[in-house]
């Protein structure tokens, strides 16, 4: 029989939480300090609600009872501090200078934490620089990961319970650790992540962009989130040097930062040699080649950028859940749309900013497909399904299976509601395609010729609810469901 739940321990790691969100609200205050904005009371007296909260949940559960959290509790903390995260930093969007309604501002900052990118606010160049450091921001805190940004900075969850929060929140088929502690595990990673972002900020600074722009443009990338700060996003610069840097920042964070670590350690040997980057690689290569043949048989125009620079931007950013878009996109043809939404459902590499169902996971089917074809010539022989030369047990390889229907089925579920509101399916299947795999691109109705703002409030919650699972890998959220999960 499973142990009681520990009500205490889930709101005092909560409250934490929201004491660190808390100090996280200061920098964007700085900012509007810095270029004399108004909006600086805003983040200051969000703040000070958002520590005052996070205070008494401390102060009420110091005394009360056993601070362990088992896997029930973790699964909670991490489910839960997402909403509440977001509850709190929509606040700024409702109070600044261009304040935007309540069910926009939800949409908004879960958008940003769950590094989609889809927005409702058409016009951002009039935002404080402020506010559009936060959005940027959330991108940036969200793109590893809540709980992983906590437990590199609570040394109490150096545990137990800390692992079955990273397992629950990080993203993947299995979860592997750099060190025997998890939490020099989650400072290792940030590291590499902190790097990029410093490397990225500084490449981009060299270019056109300014050190300001430079920053929101680097949290969007090394995310994969694609909120900009300009309307006609990274298309604003006509730069294709700021294209190919921000490629290759999208394709490096597609990427699993444990790989990128192992690279410090064991030279860059270690991730040529490993399966997922080798299909990863393979499919944005043929993806490309796709793209191009697609181009040339409608007979488009053959500059250098439009026949490579823009398609492999393009395909990068659908790739990796970034979202980054391009003036013409939706010209390219059918057959782009289609290759678009096939590279939103696939997603990266486990272990990396991105979305999607993942690489990974696409490699288990396939090996899987091909040993259930060679049982029908062989069956008396035994197939194991391998990734990076490690077999798999049949319970993962079921799980894999489950994980991928589910997807699909949420895909089709959603897709159909949306269709009762007017829209039509391609619309509606590229919305939640998009919304599932944390990508925030846009077509039709969302596209060029529309906007996530003109949803009505019903599709956006459902967009939201989209969002959510699709970040947090379908289980973790969905468990939350069963009734069997909250039984004594």
Request: hydrophobic fraction near 50%; proline fraction near 3%; include cysteine.
């Amino acid at each position: 029989m499973a142990a009681s739940l520990n009500p205490a321990a889930i709101v005092r790691v909560i409250g934490r939480l929201l004491l660190i969100e808390a100090i996280l609200m200061l920098i964007p205050m700085l900012i509007s300090i810095l270029y004399l904005e108004p909006d600086w009371i805003v983040f200051l007296a969000t703040a000070a609600l958002t520590a005052a909260t996070g205070g008494l949940a401390e102060f009420f559960t110091k005394k009360n009872g056993s601070s362990v959290i088992r896997s029930r509790e973790g699964f909670i903390i991490t489910s839960v501090i997402w909403v509440i995260f977001s509850f709190f930093g929509m606040i700024p969007f409702m109070l600044c200078h261009d304040s935007i309604g309540f069910s926009d501002a939800m949409f908004e900052v879960i958008s940003g934490f769950t590094t989609t990118g889809a927005s409702v606010i058409p016009d951002v160049e009039k935002l404080s620089h402020g506010i559009l450091f936060w959005r940027a921001f959330t991108q940036w805190i969200g793109g590893l990961g809540i709980i992983l940004f906590m437990l590199a900075v609570l040394p109490e969850l150096n545990k137990a319970s800390g692992i079955s929060m990273f397992n629950a929140e990080a993203t993947g088929i299995t979860h592997d650790k750099l060190h025997p502690r998890i939490r020099q595990t989650a400072l290792s990673i940030w590291g590499i992540y902190a790097l990029l972002t410093v490397g990225s900020t500084l490449l981009l600074w060299a270019g056109p962009m300014n050190l300001f722009d430079s920053v929101c443009q680097t949290f969007a990338a090394i995310a994969t989130g694609g909120f900009s700060t300009r309307n006609a996003g990274v298309g604003f610069w006509h730069s294709d040097y700021i294209i190919s840097v921000l490629t290759v920042v999208m394709f490096l964070a597609g990427l699993n930062f444990i790989s990128l670590y192992n690279i410090r350690r064991q030279g860059i040997k270690s991730i040529l040699k490993n399966s997922v980057f080798r299909y990863f690689t393979g499919i944005v290569a043929c993806a490309y080649a796709l793209l191009l043949l697609s181009t040339l048989i409608r007979g488009a125009e053959t500059s250098w950028d439009s026949l490579f620079l823009y398609p492999v931007f393009h395909i990068v950013s659908a790739v990796t859940s970034t979202g980054f878009s391009l003036d013409g996109v939706e010209s390219w043809g059918p057959f782009s749309l289609f290759l678009t939404i096939f590279l939103m459902i696939c997603g990266a590499c486990a272990g990396s900013t991105s979305g999607g169902i993942k690489v990974d996971r696409l490699i288990v089917m396939k090996d899987n497909f091909l040993n259930e074809i060679k049982k029908t010539v062989f069956p008396k022989r035994t197939y194991v399904v391998q990734l990076n030369g490690s077999a798999l047990n049949n319970g993962l390889v079921t799980r894999i299976s489950a994980f991928i229907t589910l997807y699909i089925l949420i895909i089709i579920i959603a897709t159909a509601i949306i269709t009762l509101f007017g829209y039509s399916m391609t619309d509606s299947l590229f919305m939640v395609s998009s919304c599932i795999g944390c990508n925030g691109l846009g077509y039709g109705a969302t596209g060029a010729g529309g906007s996530f703002a003109f949803l009505p409030y019903s599709v956006k919650w459902l967009l939201m609810a989209v969002m959510l699972i699709g970040r947090l890998e379908l289980f973790t959220f969905l468990v939350l469901l069963l009734p069997s999960f909250w039984k004594r």
